[in-house]
């Protein structure tokens, strides 16, 4: 009998298969505001947290610390603010009702008072695309719309470190430690390399998985590979007029 297959196993949660815990800071979000309070901020120092592609800003406030994503272009020693009223300068953390439409913004709140979970992968960044009554409409790095509350907050500008896909990592390694480092398990087997009884597409001399790589989104596990419930399948044709 063979043993479950690669995304059956990863699917338990154990520790080998989550991100570690040593190298961590503390988890990167705005401070707590009320409505109509404003804060002035100190940028100390820019770090690097573990498993993280975007650089950590550590910014000194009237009580304590915070880390938030940097972006392009904050220098150390630089003064931010956030609150409802603020001027409108990159890096500066405003609510969305207060930021004009065709703004590029990152660190986005979902929920109010979250401390930002949305754009906050090194490079990425978000257009504030309208006000509307339903809400703020927000175009987002996929090209996808989102409607969000107008007091969500966010940060004027685009997260650092967009060029981090240029480097190589020019040995097998490096890239091992980084995958570590983001709790993702390297290297992987293909299915085709594996024998039948360990995978949907193994068996057989040649590296071909020799039936439909498409499967359904409510196929059972076992054979809950390739590609998942995919919009097209097959090579793209031009049509002629």
Known sequence: MGKRTLVRRRGRGGKQFQSIKRGKIVPAKYPNLQSSEQKVGSIVDIVHERGRNAPLAKIQFDKGFSYLPAPDGMEVGEKIQIGNNVDLK?????????????????????????????IKSAGSSALVFSHTSLGVSIKLPSGKFTTLNPKCKAMLGVVAGAGRKEKPFLKAGNRAKYMIAHGKLYPTVRGIAQAAVYHPHGGGRHQHVGRQSSVGRTT??????????????????????
């Open 90 to 118: 990159p890096n500066n953390i405003l609510a969305l009702e207060s930021i004009p439409d065709g703004t590029i913004i990152c660190n986005l709140e979902r929920n109010i008072g979250d401390g930002g979970k949305l």
């Open 220 to 241: 059972p596990p076992g054979r809950k590979v390739g590609n998942i419930a995919p919009r097209k399948t097959g090579r793209a044709r031009i049509k002629k007029t």
